[in-house]
């Protein structure tokens, strides 16, 4: 008897889970062009730094940092000083601009360095890349 009388229950609680809260909307999960960007430029990074181990071929590491000095570029556009400062609290204006400047060398750096093939110089420019491009913003505590 007591399995006739949860059969009812059992069919409408679905019905009843529908009509409460659906959880975030898909716009909401969507990554920000920021986290876009950051995705691109650590898979440059970890494409160059396989090439280095032993995967990949110069001509792949030379097409990352190509890539790397694109999305460089565009850090200015995607993390704007005067807007950085507000999303990010370390982040002063004059810290978003010179970090943007540094990423851009550093990028353009590592880019002539994948072009030249020599492993030691890009391993040098791949670090100086992460501690003084990279690490304009996500080395707060060093900086």
Not at 51 to 79: C, H, I
Not at 83 to 102: C, F, I, K, N, W
Request: aromatic share 4%; hydrophobic share 40%.
């Amino acid at each position: 008897m007591r399995i006739k009388a949860s059969l009812p229950i059992l069919a409408i609680l679905p019905l009843l889970g529908s009509c409460g809260y659906k959880g975030p909307t898909a716009a909401a999960r969507q990554p920000t062009p920021q986290a876009v960007a950051m995705q691109h430029m650590l898979a440059d990074i970890n494409r160059i730094r396989g090439f280095l181990y032993g995967s990949g071929s110069q001509g792949e590491a030379t097409e990352a940092a190509t890539d790397l000095v694109s999305w460089s570029k565009r850090m200015p556009e995607l993390f704007p000083p005067k807007l950085a400062s507000q999303e990010y609290v370390d982040m002063s204006p004059e810290r978003a601009r010179a970090a943007t400047e540094a990423m851009n060398t550093n990028a353009a750096l590592l880019l002539a360095a994948a072009q030249s093939g020599n492993h030691a110089t890009i391993g040098d420019r791949l670090a100086d890349t992460e501690r003084n491009g990279c690490g304009a913003c996500h080395l707060s505590g060093t900086q």
